[in-house]
């Protein structure tokens, strides 16, 4: 069974900067992209960033150079450098494929605030 388990958030100053990383078990991470997601409080999930097993990258607007997805394939982690942080970036932040999604981990909070 595939698991996923996100970590590395936590309280930072606006300006300020977070690793995040997803730890992924199970046959799929090799073969798949894969994606960080963020779902803040009375909103829905949205995907910010993605990259493909070949290492192409997609980043929403909202996040587009300040945010940096990367990926180990064989640690079978993917990773999330997030730079400029603002307040409205704060929300729980989860891995995931960008399609064809399996189950969810249990995210990592990212609060930003002075």
């Known amino acids: 069974q595939v698991q996923l388990v996100e970590s590395g958030g936590g309280l930072v100053q606006p300006g300020g900067s977070l690793r995040l990383s997803c730890a992924a078990s199970?046959?799929?991470?090799?073969?798949?992209?894969m994606g960080w997601y963020r779902q803040a409080p009375g909103k829905q999930r949205e995907l910010v960033a993605a990259?493909?097993?070949?290492?192409?990258?997609n980043y929403a607007d909202s996040v587009k150079g300040r945010f940096t997805i990367s990926r180990d394939n064989a640690k079978n982690t993917v990773y999330l450098e997030m730079n400029s942080l603002k307040p409205e970036d704060t929300a729980v932040y989860y891995c995931?494929?960008?399609?064809?999604?399996?189950?969810w981990g249990q995210g990592t909070q990212v609060t930003v605030s002075s």
């Open positions: 995931n494929r960008p399609t064809a999604q399996v189950g």
């Open positions: 199970g046959s799929i991470f090799s073969f798949d992209a």
């Open positions: 990259i493909t097993s070949g290492g192409i990258l």
